[in-house]
Each structure stands twice: as C-alpha cells, then as structure tokens.
C-alpha cells in the first residue's frame, strides 16, 4: 500500500478535508457563539391584527428566566410551550429574525363565557385561566356550567340555543349541564328553562330532539306572555307539551300564583 501513490494521495486528501471540516466546525461553533447572536429582542405580534389582553407587561415574568440558548441554538419548541403558559395565550409561533432577534406570534384566547365559576370558555370550546376582570371590560359573559371534558358540548349548545331562541329575541345568559346530563338555560328575560335530557332511541321514550322541543316552545310563548304573565319557569320535558310558570295570573281568572299553567294532557309523565 505505501508504494501505491494513488492511495496514499488518496488518504492524504480524505485527512485533509477530514481535518478542515473540523476547523470549520470549530469556527462556526465559535461564531455561533459571540455575543452578537444572543438573543436582545423578541417582537411580539397578533395573529389577526392586534392584542387586546396579552402584553410586554404580562409576558416578561412568564418567561423570565425560562428562555436558552442564542439565535442559532434556541429550541423553538421549548420556547414555544413556554409561551403558551402566558395568561390569555391560546396558540404561539416563533420564527427567528436575523441576527438576534425572535419573533412570537400570539392567538389570543376569545373568551365565550364563566366557566365552573372560575375559569373561562374560550370561543374554540376550551377552559382555560385568567383574570376574570379582564374578560368582562365591554360586556358581562354568559355564565355556563357543566361536568369537566364537557366544554365543547356546552359551547356548541350555547351557539344552538342562541339560534333556536333568536325569534323571540332571548339570549341565554346561563348554560347548565348536569352531572346527569340534563340542560337547563336561564335567558335574558329572566325566565329558567328546564330542557331535560338529549332524547333516546329506547322504546316507549319521546324521541323529539331538544330543537323540536325549543321550536314548539318558542312559537308559544308570544300566547303564554300575552294571556297569561310573565314567564318564570317552563319545563319542557313533556313528551307533547311542556309546563310554565309564570308571574302573574291571566286578568280573566285568579289561580294559585304558584300553580303552573301548562300545555299538557292530564295524566301525560315527564320522559
């Protein structure tokens, strides 16, 4: 071997270039660290034009001290999940900026509603933390309850029943899912709305869906408020009809005031 010359020229070479990608390695490491790299600025920006709740204010102590590395090793990963723990942060992404700089990308959590009492609702469906105060500075949120993984549900019903009450002009201002299931809503008229439970397929059950219920409900209640009162309560849980209270008597007649007045046929069970 070592009296062949294209060998040895070609070992030469291969040690060669071995030993230059090393000092250009080694330079680059070096490069990569000087002080010019390390990161000074972060630009922050929203997604959708501008940022009503999160601030340099509110950023810095979440991420104080939580941020490695320069321009070239910061793990933006890592960065990114520790933007997100900023109060009213819902999604984040980082991009660096040439030659110091990253810039962050805020989604702001929309806040729907209360949620449980003390956490909020996003417009996607999801809970998550912040000040309550600051989610009420233009309007008071609807108020919505339920068991914990139920929050997608209880939005989407929210959007329904905002539709199916439209007509009247109601809103709910409170949505209510039990531990059992059952829906109650309370609207801006003050009234409380027993919904009951989502219908089954079981023999011998209602199966009329909770619009078709609401429907029924709704064309009636211009009648039941201008005959009877005021509408207080309506259970609507019947299988062809549904019960309501209401805040006074009709002027024809003077019943128990806390007697409801009801669509019903006698002797009809709730499902």
């Not at 000087?34 to 950023?59: C, K, M, N, Y």
């Not at 449980?116 to 919505?144: C, H, K, M, V, W």
């Not at 199916?164 to 003050?190: C, H, I, M």
């Amino acid at each position: 071997m070592w009296n062949d010359s294209r060998t040895l020229n070609l070992i030469a070479n291969t040690l060669y270039l071995a030993a230059a990608l090393v000092l250009a390695a080694c330079a680059l490491l070096w490069l990569a660290q000087r002080p010019v790299f390390a990161l000074q600025t972060i630009w922050i920006e929203a997604e959708d034009g501008t940022l009503q709740h999160v601030t340099p204010a509110s950023v810095h102590p979440a991420i104080s001290g939580r941020l490695t590395g320069n321009f070239f090793t910061a793990n933006l990963e890592q960065m990114r999940q520790v933007f997100e723990t900023v109060p009213w942060v819902r999604q984040a992404s980082l991009r660096r900026q040439w030659p110091n700089s990253l810039v962050v990308t805020i989604q702001e959590h929309q806040p729907l509603g209360l949620w449980n009492e003390n956490r909020l609702l996003n417009t996607y469906g999801e809970s998550f933390t912040a000040n309550l105060g600051e989610a009420e500075d233009d309007r008071q949120l609807p108020i919505f309850a339920g068991p914990e993984g139920s929050e997608k549900l209880v939005a989407q019903r929210y959007a329904e029943l905002t539709r199916w009450f439209a007509p009247v002009k109601l809103d709910p201002l409170r949505v209510v899912l039990t531990p059992r299931y059952a829906w109650q809503v309370e609207l801006s008229n003050g009234a409380i709305i027993d919904l009951g439970r989502e219908p089954t397929t079981a023999p011998g059950t209602d199966t009329a869906s909770l619009e078709a219920r609401v429907q029924r409900f709704v064309q009636a209640i211009p009648v039941i408020e201008s005959r009877i009162g005021k509408l207080e309560h309506a259970d609507l849980r019947y299988p062809n009809g549904f019960a309501v209270t209401t805040a006074r008597p009709p002027a024809s007649a003077k019943p128990n005031p806390r007697k409801p007045a009801s669509t019903m046929q006698p002797n009809q069970k709730r499902p």
